[in-house]
């Protein structure tokens, strides 16, 4: 009886086994089916919430409009008016200004800190308990994150009250708040994770070995960065490069609220067509940030071949 | 009424609903509203849509409480809402419409027209709105839009209107109106402020601020540069191209020279600014005004010499509204128009269109002081019960009259909007 029972869950699972006889029977999927059945999920989600939305974008920036309605046409108009005001070009200087500016700060940050969570922590609790601290402020929304800092550094903020109070200043320092300097300081905030994220993820995938080598092989400890860690981290450096720039050209929120409405992004442009009902301009708007940063996507995955470096 | 409330009260606990049909019952005998047989319309659901200000819970719980049919109010905020009304006016059924809105929406088959006979409370409805008129029979000034622009159709399709000129078919009701003004920071600006021309004194560099709105945020700088005697203007509420650019030149001027610490774009942000002093001067909203007060910080919404920025919203019932459920909806917009909405919105700082009607739900030390111009005789709540003013304060600006009596210019949409778009565009990326 025993025996019995024991077995018979065996038994079971030989029965198990025969659908699997069976589906192996099935006539063996061609290659090229098995690559659009993997494909397709990604490129159904992709088609309907960003190839159809993007058409649409691309058919009503060329339409007609006024107050009352938007009318089917084929006009060059609103691109015409786009490129030719100097508000574009200043308004696409500025938020390149902001990139780049951002990108090189949460670089600098973003590399230090992955460095040393990767190489300095030795424990893993700790190291987690690191990321983790890195992590939580996260879980809260952007826009609080970046209200927050506005009764910091207020004219009346907290920041103010102590510089004035250690004597360092005798009065508020205006800068602080509706400034570029505000926007930054919050940009950095907001986004110097992205850039950990990726490059603690490279740095983590180097072979300690190489360092040692390179230890071994007479390298100062700034030789190794520069000759083997950061060569090898260039896939993060770039994915991180890439989530930064596209956020900074894409935001809206912080530079409107951060700079007191006092400088503008391409988005925030967007927007006031927008609130005024101006679809097709705004979608010509649209259309042509969405080739901007592709353009620069494309120019960043040049440099470094992502796709390649994440196969290893 | 008691007695009868009490044995209604018996069946609400046999079905939901059943209260709300009795109570239906009990206020037509009370207001005397033509009431509907409470059986056909205690399923009738009307879906109200409006911007925060006034699209607010409490009068759908009441209108429902006192109607026997359900009103369901929903807040949208700006653009959103218009789209809205414009692409989806099927999922509402009325709407709070501003007179601005009013202007994108006539002639697209969004709203119909309101028979005049049906509305109870023509009458009592100001003359400002009916007529653009004061009361002492003065004509109001016409800048911008003005509610005899847009309130009386041509026919019963409501989809054209006249000039002005009075018909048997309204567009929508008029409900709530206001003058806006600077708001300021009475213990930080050091001087007398006086004049719209002040947003732009050198004494306020770095302390002042607007509203980062092209259609309205161009006009309270229209009244400074005129104010200022820096640029004249036909008319400020429907600028030509030259205007705009005059305009829009000056501000881009303005910004240089650091006058703006900020520009604002939601309630919030105007609250904030003032109450952390970051802005001494700058354009605002009534309820704004009060929300910095309740926190104990000074802010006076200040009169001005040129006159007030008028706005003023309707209620439009929408194009599919048919049968039962527009009989509802003229229900619900004499009720709207009756005195409880008026009342509600008079305790933050808006007017009624019918303000005989919002009396009637004020106390009287209520009344005197909101509408009065008097000092209050004891303190003043709002809708929601918070402490907005000690017994003794004074309201700004005054009486009712003395208020809406000198609008100069009302919210606006302009016919060279295209144009004016792009170029606060250039102003707010300079």
Redesign the interface.
Known sequence: MNVRQLVSPWSAGAGAAMPIERRRALPKLPNWAVSWLQVGPLAAILLVLFVLPTVLFLVVSFFD?????IYPAFLLDNYA?LLT???TL??YV?SLKFAAIVWALTLVIGFSVAHFLVFHVRSPILRTIFFLLCAIPFWTSGIIRTIAW??FL????AFNQILMATGITDRPL?FL??SDFAVIVTYVHLFTLLMIGPIANSLAKIDPALIEAARDAGASRWQTLVGVIIPLSKTGIALGSILVFTQVMGDYFVV??MS?????SIV??LS???????YP?AAANAMVLVVFVAVMVGFMMRVVDVRKELVK | MPKRTRGLTRRGLLQAGAAAIGAAGGSGAITGFPTIWAQNIKDVVLRHAGPPVTAIPAIAEQATKDLGFTVQMQAVE??DL??RF?SQSSTIDCADVSLVYM??II??NVLQAIPLAKVKYWDQTIPLFTKGEYPDGRKAPQQGITPTMILYATDATGQKVTDGKQTEWLTAVPTVTNGDTLGIRPDLVGQKVDSWADLLSPAFK?KA?VQ????IGIIDVAMALEAAGRVKYGNKGNMTKAEIDKTVDSMLEI?KSGQ??????TFD?SV?LMA???VVIQSMWSPAVAAVRSRGIPCTFQPLKEGYRGWGYTLGAMKHVDGLKRDCFYEYMNWYTGGFEGAFIARQGYYAAQPENARKFLTPAEWDYWYGGKPAATDIYSPFGKLMEKAGNVRDGGSFWERLGNIAVWNS?MDE??Y???R???F???
């Open positions: 409009y006024d107050r009352v309605g008016e005001t100097p508000a200043r308004v500025s506005i009764p207020g004219r009346n903020g205006e708040l509706f409107k609220t007191g409405g006092q400088s503008a925030s442009m006031t067509e927008i609130q005024a009902m101006q301009p | 700006n653009a218009l789209n414009l202007r994108y002639g697209r770095g601020a980062d709105n092209p259609t910004k703006f610490r900020s520009f604002w774009t942000q904030n952390s002093g970051e949409v909007d295209r004016l778009t792009r606060w565009n250039e707010v990326t300079s």
